[in-house]
């Protein structure tokens, strides 16, 4: 695959005497120049606030809003732009559906149901939730591998459960879940599922309409686009049905003293003044993604990762954590006894940006016995380079602590 490293300024820089290698994108991967082109395009000439503005400059700060909103249908292929909300990022899109969606309908004795894999984005608002209701969140375990055990997963899909919340791909150990059927596990009993996607869709294309998912959560900043946005994608039925969870402006039709009526979807569950700078961002890194293409980067990177777990297996004295079958993007790893934080500050000596501790996830962690991990993780613009020298960096970390 042609290297595209040119394209993303951060990846062109040295640190610490070197030239960078980033193998940290499932925590943000970096940006590309014509994405942070358009924000900057966007703020210096077309800053307005959005909606209901007459003047130019109003026109065109919708125009690239909701352009964006557009792109996002297209990317993911929703049915309808109305089933496309904005939100800061995948955990208040989870945030969003936990209040809206969950909360006025759960009882004592209902279910929420979640794997043992999540991210604490996906935990906890559903803990909160429950909190809230008396309603009780059930964890489907995983084996050794970090995989979710689906036989004892589908058991736990009775009568009770309202609603399954389930990752896509796991940030902590790269598991890929095999959602597709799981949702239609779940539906075939009637239970709606809201999907974690936001460490799949840097790395997979997607099929909202094919998938079948009731609500799929992402952010920006996982997705070559900045902070600050993300998106709730869910069926329109669902979204209709659904009370906004906060209230303001741009989310109201009227509004007198005696009461206010909402405004029409998305902009229902979409109050105040948007992130729009970020939105231009996140419609030019889609247009980026497209002319590459997912499927493309997808079968690169599954070889980039096979690559990696040789490189590292290949080392002595470590221990990989999470070797699922399916993997996408995600290697956690131990090196002997060596503190992940101090494999994390030598390698970034050397130039190599990992990141280091319980990601979020710290039920996994507690799973393996283990604090945390250190964790490389790939995006489309690594390449077999970065990867020999993460392998350098962590044999010269081992020469130092044998030493
Ligand atoms: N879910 C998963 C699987 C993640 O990896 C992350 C980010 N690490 C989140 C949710 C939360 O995303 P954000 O912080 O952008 O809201």
Same mark, same amino acid.
């Given at each position: 695959m042609t290297d595209y490293r040119a394209d993303f300024p951060a990846l062109t820089q040295n640190i610490n005497g070197h030239p960078l290698v980033y193998l940290d994108s499932a925590a943000s991967s970096q940006q590309p120049a014509v994405s942070i082109d358009a924000m900057t395009e966007y703020q210096r000439y077309s800053h307005a606030n959005v909606h209901r503005g007459v003047h130019t400059l109003s026109h065109r700060a919708t125009d690239i809003y909701e352009g964006a909103r557009d792109a996002v249908k297209a990317f993911i292929n929703a049915r309808s732009r109305s089933e496309i909300v904005y939100t800061s990022g995948t955990t208040e899109a989870i945030n969003l559906v936990?209040? /809206?969606?969950?909360?006025?309908?759960?009882?004592?004795?209902?279910?929420?149901?979640? &794997?043992?894999?999540?991210?604490?984005?996906?935990?906890?608002?559903?803990?909160?939730?429950?909190?809230?209701?008396?309603?009780?969140?059930?964890?489907?375990?995983?084996?050794?591998?970090?995989?979710? @055990?689906?036989?004892?997963?589908?058991?736990?899909?009775?009568?009770?459960?309202?609603?399954?919340?389930? /990752?896509?791909?796991?940030?902590?150990?790269?598991?890929?879940?095999?959602?597709?059927?799981?949702?239609?596990?779940?539906?075939?009993?009637? @239970?709606?599922?809201?999907?974690?996607?936001?460490?799949?869709?840097?790395?997979?294309?997607?099929?909202?309409?094919?998938?079948?998912?009731?609500?799929?959560?992402? /952010?920006?900043?996982?997705?070559?686009?900045?902070?600050?946005?993300?998106?709730?994608?869910?069926?329109?039925?669902?979204?209709?049905?659904?009370?906004?969870?906060?209230?303001?402006?741009?989310?109201?039709?009227?509004?007198?003293?005696?009461?206010? /009526?909402?405004?029409? %979807?998305?902009?229902?569950?979409?109050?105040?003044?948007?992130?729009?700078?970020?939105?231009?961002? %996140?419609?030019?890194?889609?247009?980026? %993604?497209? &002319?590459i293409g997912m499927q493309r980067i997808a079968e690169y990177e599954a070889r980039l990762l096979d690559y990696m777990t040789t490189a590292l297996q290949d080392i002595e004295g470590i221990r990989l954590i999470g070797t699922a079958a399916n993997k996408a993007s995600v290697q956690s790893f131990l090196l002997d006894d060596i503190h992940p934080h101090d494999l994390g500050t030598i390698l970034d000596h050397q130039g190599v940006a990992i990141r280091t501790g319980h990601h979020c996830a710290m039920p996994v962690m507690q799973l393996y016995g283990i604090p945390g991990t250190a964790r490389a993780s790939l995006g489309f613009y690594n390449n077999q380079d970065d990867i020999d020298r993460l392998a350098e960096g962590l044999l010269k970390a081992r020469e130092m602590f044998a030493g």
């Amino acid at each position: 695959m042609t290297d595209y490293r040119a394209d993303f300024p951060a990846l062109t820089q040295n640190i610490n005497g070197h030239p960078l290698v980033y193998l940290d994108s499932a925590a943000s991967s970096q940006q590309p120049a014509v994405s942070i082109d358009a924000m900057t395009e966007y703020q210096r000439y077309s800053h307005a606030n959005v909606h209901r503005g007459v003047h130019t400059l109003s026109h065109r700060a919708t125009d690239i809003y909701e352009g964006a909103r557009d792109a996002v249908k297209a990317f993911i292929n929703a049915r309808s732009r109305s089933e496309i909300v904005y939100t800061s990022g995948t955990t208040e899109a989870i945030n969003l559906v936990a209040q /809206s969606y969950a909360r006025p309908d759960l009882q004592a004795g209902d279910r929420i149901v979640i &794997s043992h894999l999540e991210h604490h984005s996906n935990i906890v608002p559903w803990q909160m939730v429950c909190e809230q209701t008396g309603a009780e969140l059930v964890v489907a375990p995983i084996n050794e591998r970090g995989e979710v @055990i689906l036989e004892q997963l589908y058991a736990l899909l009775d009568e009770r459960v309202k609603l399954l919340a389930i /990752s896509y791909v796991s940030n902590a150990l790269g598991t890929v879940n095999p959602v597709q059927e799981i949702i239609a596990e779940a539906h075939r009993r009637e @239970i709606p599922v809201l999907i974690d996607g936001a460490q799949a869709v840097p790395h997979v294309a997607l099929d909202m309409q094919a998938l079948d998912a009731d609500f799929f959560a992402f /952010s920006g900043h996982k997705m070559f686009a900045p902070t600050g946005i993300g998106i709730l994608y869910a069926k329109e039925r669902l979204l209709e049905k659904m009370p906004p969870w906060k209230g303001g402006g741009d989310m109201i039709l009227e509004v007198s003293f005696d009461g206010t /009526s909402y405004n029409e %979807l998305p902009y229902k569950f979409e109050a105040g003044t948007p992130n729009i700078a970020a939105a231009a961002g %996140l419609g030019a890194s889609i247009s980026y %993604l497209q &002319s590459i293409g997912m499927q493309r980067i997808a079968e690169y990177e599954a070889r980039l990762l096979d690559y990696m777990t040789t490189a590292l297996q290949d080392i002595e004295g470590i221990r990989l954590i999470g070797t699922a079958a399916n993997k996408a993007s995600v290697q956690s790893f131990l090196l002997d006894d060596i503190h992940p934080h101090d494999l994390g500050t030598i390698l970034d000596h050397q130039g190599v940006a990992i990141r280091t501790g319980h990601h979020c996830a710290m039920p996994v962690m507690q799973l393996y016995g283990i604090p945390g991990t250190a964790r490389a993780s790939l995006g489309f613009y690594n390449n077999q380079d970065d990867i020999d020298r993460l392998a350098e960096g962590l044999l010269k970390a081992r020469e130092m602590f044998a030493g």
